[in-house]
């Protein structure tokens, strides 16, 4: 962990780091960006400014990937390929900026580096920002050919375009910012897929040790950068109008039973290899076929922005043996060339640590970038991977993790929340996402809580599970993995980052959260997860009861801080209208102790249940539901996925959406005495 102004040397052997920008607390809007400096601590073109509307550096060394929701928060992800950094690069200043509020708002800020297996190589975490609108979080930067990390933490009141400025990026914001386009305006330098799909991008900028804390002081001397600009229209950091496209209506049809063909057809589908060539040749296919798609999923891989190819069943050499991944990925950008090679499974498949392994070494030897797995395997947390491998074999390629249901999760987004203006383009996306919803198709969102559910859930009903049984602990996992897979459900239903919400001493410590977990399951029997939801009144909490076999979905909103308790009842009472009467609602008063809790039905026939007899004031009401619990571990309407699922989904549409904070009346104006003047005019 470094402190503010400390440096740490990376490992010789690491080439390719991700550095990941984050933030707690808030729900504002945190825009990164890198600079690449020379040794005068200014860009050497605009070029050098990378962003979510500039997502990569001309030489291919430095990308934005986007940014997206955490457990604790929110992060940008930027990629540095240490080896290619330009020799005149001598610093990446890492920053963020926001429109409007200040980084004070945002509670706890943190850089981290990591490597290509999510291990963390450096850390930097500070609460000492108060009124910047930028923010410098740290630099990586070469001294005597050794790649080092510094924790900076200075801001400055600019925000991103005067951030830009002051490191001798030219900003020219005026043009129409829906047609206007970057200096290198060829179709792969628009903004990152994943920036468009989730409405939000990350910035950071870059830094010299001795930058001011001054708005308009310059980050260094103000000498010229080394190779003179091309002076052109200057970079436009306003950010482009989202645009959607119209769905492909059949209207010509004679009677509702007909059906349009299918672009992508379950018919004939089996299991095992059949079933993985289809999902695999239908990804890949629709990747070609619709750009933005291809983008959102690239960047989760850490690809740059660029044109898209796939191509499948590839064999390679490995020794005296052949090896054949599902799909080679390749993304051209300019002179530089990404390349990924995808292992994918489908169903219940799993995957296999020596077959990863195989495909590091042929990642190595090619001198490609990453291999990536696909599986219906959801991480409990992003960045961790299903299956250990050997690390050293990740020195010089990444491997990085995607689920069915993050790749389902992108093409919601870009369907429902705009992303795709080309009608065709969003047809062909919505045969894919029909394609995958199917059963047959093998890629399950998440339907499995895993071989040991039924032996632990039968051990809770006995009294007999115990913490530290393993079984319970990988059970426990999987719950956590559920509790994520919920959030990117409601994430691309709502087309707003939805959070898991764990610990913070949890969020890098799988072992002690998976542990956390089934202690609270061998103890009270209950899972429980905590989804944020944006603009909403309170959290969602979702509690699993094996013991009563009940799904319970809570959430709590703060009553108003003035008038009455009825009149505070009477607030929550006219927001509940449309809410099912079994909804219990409980009343928590300001003596401690003191709380009531009736059905909604008892209340609205009469308030005064939850009120007569109580000592103090209502500070505020907890709204709680409960649903029937299914057992069985997967695949069917029964099981207990199902049931989760169908419950949190229920008791969002029904209770939490239609919540309101409360807000006070503004105040009113007294009436003034008239002035003499007024008395003059008036006469």
């Known amino acids: 962990m470094l402190s503010k102004?400390?440096?740490?040397?990376?490992?010789?052997?690491?080439?390719?780091?991700?550095?990941?920008?984050?933030?707690?607390?808030?729900?504002?809007?945190?825009?990164?960006?890198?600079?690449?400096?020379?040794?005068?601590?200014?860009?050497?073109?605009?070029?050098?400014?990378?962003?979510?509307?500039?997502?990569?550096?001309?030489?291919?060394?430095?990308?934005?990937?986007?940014?997206?929701?955490?457990?604790?928060?929110?992060?940008?992800?930027?990629?540095i390929d240490l080896s290619a950094v330009p020799e005149d690069v001598h610093t990446v200043a890492l920053a963020g900026s926001i429109g409007s509020g200040s980084f004070g708002d945002l509670g706890k800020l943190a850089l981290r580096v990591v490597d290509g297996a999510g291990h963390t190589l450096a850390e930097y975490v500070t609460a000492d920002a108060t009124t910047e609108s930028a923010f410098v979080f740290g630099e990586v930067y070469r001294r005597n050919g050794e790649w080092k990390v510094r924790a900076v933490g200075q801001g400055w009141e600019s925000g991103l375009a005067g951030l830009a400025t002051d490191f001798g990026v030219d900003i020219d914001n005026d043009t129409d910012p829906e047609l206007a386009a970057t200096p290198d305006d060829s179709s792969d330098h628009g903004e990152s897929a994943e920036a468009v799909a989730h409405g939000s991008a990350g910035d950071a900028t870059q830094l010299v040790p001795e930058l001011p804390t001054t708005p308009a002081a310059p980050a260094a001397p103000a000498a010229p950068a080394a190779p003179a600009k091309a002076k052109t229209r200057g970079v436009r950091t306003a950010k482009r109008i989202v645009k959607k496209s119209k769905p492909v209506e059949f209207v010509l049809a004679e009677h509702d039973t007909w059906q349009p063909a299918r672009l992508f057809s379950v018919i004939g589908v089996g299991t095992g290899e059949e079933q993985e060539r289809r999902a695999t040749s239908a990804l890949i296919a629709t990747m070609q076929a619709v750009r933005p798609f291809a983008r959102a999923v690239c960047a989760r891989m850490g690809a740059p922005a660029g044109a898209f190819e796939g191509y499948v069943e590839v064999a390679y050499e490995r020794g005296e043996t052949k090896v054949i991944p599902d799909a080679v990925l390749k993304v051209s950008r300019g002179s530089r060339l990404w390349t990924g090679l995808l292992e994918v499974k489908t169903g219940n498949g799993k995957l296999k640590k020596e077959q990863l392994e195989n495909y590091l070494d042929v990642a190595r030897k090619n001198k490609y970038d990453v291999v990536v797995s696909l599986s219906n395997d959801v991480p409990a947390s992003a960045g961790e991977l299903p299956v250990e491998v050997d690390r050293r074999k990740l020195a010089k390629v990444a491997l990085r993790h995607l689920s069915w249901a993050e790749v389902g999760h992108e093409a919601r987004m870009l369907l429902s929340h705009g992303g795709i203006d080309d009608d065709l383009q969003a047809w062909i996306l919505a045969e894919f996402l029909r394609y995958l919803d199917h059963p047959r198709s093998g890629a399950a969102e998440f339907v499995d809580m895993g071989r040991h559910w039924v032996t632990v859930r039968d051990a809770v009903t006995a009294g007999t599970l115990r913490a530290g049984d393993q079984k319970a602990v990988a059970v426990a996992d999987t719950w956590v993995s559920l509790s994520r897979h919920l959030a990117l459900r409601l994430t691309a239903e709502l087309g707003v980052t939805v959070k898991h919400i764990l610990p913070r001493r949890h969020g890098s410590d799988p072992a002690a959260r998976n542990a956390a977990v089934a202690e609270r399951l061998a103890t009270d029997g209950v899972f429980e997860a905590v989804l944020r939801i944006p603009e909403t009144a309170g959290d969602l909490g979702v509690i699993a009861d094996v013991r009563t076999n009940k799904i319970r979905c809570r959430t709590s909103v703060e009553a108003p801080n003035e008038g009455t308790s009825g009149r505070r009842l009477s607030w929550l009472l006219r927001q509940l209208k449309d809410v099912p009467g079994d909804v219990q609602v409980e009343a928590v008063y300001s003596e401690r102790g003191n709380e009531a809790c009736e059905h909604l039905d008892a209340v609205r026939a009469d308030p005064k249940v939850l009120t007569d007899g109580r000592a103090g004031e209502i500070v505020s009401f907890s709204l709680e539901q409960s649903f029937p619990m299914g057992g069985r571990r997967s695949g069917t309407a029964a099981s207990f996925i199902t049931s989760v699922t169908s419950s949190t989904e229920a008791f969002y549409g029904t209770v939490v959406q239609q919540l309101r904070e409360w807000v006070p009346a503004a105040p009113k104006q007294t009436e003034q005495p008239r002035t003499d003047t007024a008395e003059a005019e008036g006469d």
């Open 5 to 79: 102004g400390q440096n740490l040397s990376l490992p010789a052997d690491v080439e390719q780091v991700d550095v990941v920008l984050g933030w707690t607390e808030s729900d504002v809007e945190v825009d990164a960006s890198a600079l690449l400096l020379n040794a005068d601590g200014k860009v050497r073109s605009d070029a050098d400014f990378v962003f979510y509307n500039q997502p990569e550096s001309s030489d291919g060394s430095i990308r934005f990937l986007g940014t997206s929701g955490t457990e604790e928060g929110a992060q940008a992800r930027i990629a």
